[in-house]
């Protein structure tokens, strides 16, 4: 069990102030104890994953912060099945599957993050989401009691999951079925889809992936080009030039990042009359 406070080197965005206290679970046993031990002393607890999709405010996160790892990050295959624990790398689970001629996975080509974090939101790219290929998940919930989940139980939408939005449960594992194909073509898929993340988006450090959801009929990044922000400045944060649905971060404050949402948003309603709505994550408090 590792134990640390700072949360800015454990996000693609390098920002955010300290958590009370931040903590790897390596095993099930330690992550029991660590639940237990919040519920008892009523401490707020919060879980990330691989730290790709999140802002953290400056003044930091009250409690716990807890990242499932070691044992926690394996990715085992069973002829079609695909069985993920939460702290395994997505990365991980689609080089696996393309290892053994599964396809369905190759949406999810160049997604950071882990596949507990995946689930939770229900990423996807390239015309694909987790709820198309994931059967079941298992969670543990804040009194280290475990269930069991179906698909349809999940309550999957757009970038949301209906079992994820109370905070309370967290991904131990995600069951995915694949279909069999030819490990050649599954690969020259995931390396298209690949050349195209890379060609429109900029590199993965300093960004958190999408920071708006696309909405209904729109894509943010074409609505915030069109509303010329591209290249926009709020202190040390700046919309991509080569995308406008990504922020970089060059500084270190997240109320640089905030502001530069907040403009983003008003300039936006303003000239479209289309409310923007934040898919990145933000948590912890204003400095």
Request: glycine content about 12%.
């Amino acid at each position: 069990m590792k134990i640390d406070e700072r949360l800015d080197k454990y996000t693609t965005l390098g920002l955010g102030g300290p958590a009370d206290c931040m903590i790897d679970v390596v095993d099930m046993q330690s992550l029991k104890r660590v639940l237990l031990f919040a519920k008892k002393q009523k401490m707020p607890l919060t879980v990330i994953g691989g730290g790709s999709n999140i802002l953290v405010r400056d003044g930091g996160v009250r409690g716990l912060v807890v990242r499932l790892k070691e044992d926690f990050s394996s990715v085992t295959i069973k002829g079609s099945k695909v069985i993920c624990r939460g702290g395994a790398a997505l990365s991980g689970a689609v080089i696996s599957s393309a290892a053994k001629g599964l396809a369905g996975f190759e949406f999810a080509a160049g997604i950071p993050g882990t596949v507990g974090g995946a689930v939770v939101m229900n990423a996807g790219a390239n015309g694909g989401e987790i709820k198309d290929v994931l059967t079941s998940l298992t969670v543990i919930d804040r009194s280290a009691k475990i269930k069991k989940l179906s698909n349809k139980k999940a309550g999957f939408a757009y970038r949301d999951a209906a079992f994820a939005r109370s905070g309370k449960l967290i991904v131990i594992e995600a069951v995915f079925k694949l279909k069999k194909s030819a490990k050649e073509a599954v690969k020259a898929k995931i390396l298209e889809n690949v050349k195209k993340r890379k060609k429109s988006q900029p590199a993965c450090w300093g960004t958190a992936g999408s920071v708006f959801k696309n909405p209904k009929g729109y894509f943010a990044g074409r609505l915030i080009e069109e509303c010329g922000l591209k290249g926009r400045k709020s202190g040390k944060a700046e919309v991509s030039v080569k995308h406008g649905n990504f922020f970089v971060n060059r500084g270190k404050k997240a109320e640089d990042f905030l502001k530069l949402i907040a403009l983003v948003k008003k300039t936006v309603f303003k000239k479209t009359g289309v409310k923007l709505q934040e898919e990145i994550k933000l948590m912890g408090e204003d400095k």
